[in-house]
């Protein structure tokens, strides 16, 4: 099996987070194919900390369009056999891939694998968003895109994010995925870690959570004409 | 039942939509999602604009030709339900300026059926992983769905 991976990281003027993000790709324990960064208009230091990798990383840069146009710019890119994704302002454990692809050689007929994620507060993040947030410090079920490993033939079956929701892009390709019967796991251990900021506050607004009532909207629909 | 009959949004991470005459309701506390068609929508949406509980049954029951008792004993269950879900919650100190006068709504389309809370929980790990207490304590919107829809009144 060639196991060629695609690590998709989008990114939007994080350049003070995205080194640690390109960082935690390029030592993993099992070395991905290809490194993406999606760039989605940032306006920041973004290109020069790009500039410092060289070659080792693919760069694309589109007008800002939002976190699941990004990613599929990045995928459209992409040629390995598998894709990861890792947000910009969060950062993979060393050995996420690896045992990520373990299970898929246990197992051929896995679409897809995620994993444990644990949250934690961003060192320049204010203190007024700090209070708001109530953060646990358990690791938790990762179902979202920074813990996901995917055959690239299984993520095209269910197709691209659609680049309209703002929040809640993933959950409506994965509840798409689970509509298409994609087989998953989920494995015990942590693969990622998770930067809770203050630009989260930003995306974030009483308009974008709206987002995630369209998303639900949206999938009641597609089951009820399904039936 | 409170004693007022008057209810509101349980808190800030209730969040909810009018669309298509059905209302999506997701508690991201709890990573649940509900929907509610016909009457059911048309109730929470009543409930929402401050009419009371009393009131909304007795509209009901006027709108649709039901005996009250039947729609009185739904309503209490119904309420029930969604104070159990934790998506609404007393609103014990409602002023007289606040308590509605006017007539509860209904959508035009809208035929008298049980009042059924669906309810969903397959998406609960996604929708509970969102840090959603960023919001502040103005909450989710109250805005009258009304106002952009086709309605006819009693």
């Given amino acids: 099996m060639n196991s060629g991976i695609s690590v998709i990281i989008p990114t939007y003027n994080y350049g003070h987070y995205l080194i640690e993000a390109i960082d935690s790709a390029l030592n993993q324990s099992y070395k991905p194919y290809e490194i993406i960064i999606a760039d989605d208009g940032s306006t920041d230091n973004t290109v020069e900390v790009i500039k410092r990798y060289g070659s080792t990383i693919k760069y694309f840069y589109r007008e800002n369009g939002g976190i699941g146009a990004a990613r599929n710019l990045g995928i459209q890119h992409a040629t390995g056999d598998f894709l990861a994704f ?47 947030i109530q953060l646990s410090e358990e690791q938790i079920a990762g179902y979202i895109a920074s813990t996901l490993l995917i055959r690239s033939s299984s993520f095209h079956r269910v197709g691209l994010f659609e680049p309209q929701w703002t929040v809640g892009e993933f959950i409506d390709w994965y509840s798409k995925a689970q509509e298409k019967k994609l087989k998953g796991i989920l494995l015990d251990d942590l693969v990622t870690l998770r930067r809770i900021h203050d630009g989260h506050q930003h995306t974030r607004t009483q308009r974008n959570f709206q987002h995630y009532v369209h998303v639900i909207k949206a999938t009641l629909q597609r089951r009820k004409e399904a039936k | 039942m409170t004693q007022t009959g008057c209810y509101k949004i349980y808190g800030n991470a209730v969040i909810y ?102 309810k969903y929980v397959d998406m609960k790990e996604l929708l509970f992983l969102d840090p959603i207490h960023e919001v502040d304590e103005q909450g989710w919107p109250n805005q009258n769905p009304y106002l952009s829809e086709a309605i006819s009144d009693q």
Avoid at chain 1, 97 to 123: C, I, N, P
Avoid at chain 2, 52 to 58: A, F, L, V
Avoid at chain 2, 69 to 90: A, G, Q, S, V, Y
């Fill in chain 1, 86 to 132: 890792l947000d910009s302002d969060d950062i993979w454990l060393p050995k996420k891939l690896e045992l990520q692809l373990k299970r898929f050689q246990q197992d051929t007929e896995l679409d897809m694998v995620f994993g444990h994620v644990k949250q934690f507060f961003s060192a320049d993040i204010s203190a007024s968003a700090k209070q708001k």
């Fill in chain 2, 17 to 118: 939509e009018l669309m298509d005459n059905e209302v999506i309701i997701i508690n991201l506390d709890l990573g649940h999602y509900y929907c509610l068609r016909g009457v059911a929508a048309d109730i929470w949406t009543n409930l929402l604009n401050n009419f009371s509980q009393q009131k909304i049954s007795q509209a009901i029951a006027n709108h649709f030709h039901q005996p009250l008792e039947n729609i009185t004993d739904l309503m209490n269950k119904f309420i029930e339900e969604l104070r159990l879900e934790k998506l609404i919650t007393p609103q014990e100190n409602v002023s007289s300026t606040e308590i509605v006068s006017a007539q509860p709504l209904f959508h035009a389309k809208t035929e008298f059926s049980h009042f059924l809370l669906e």
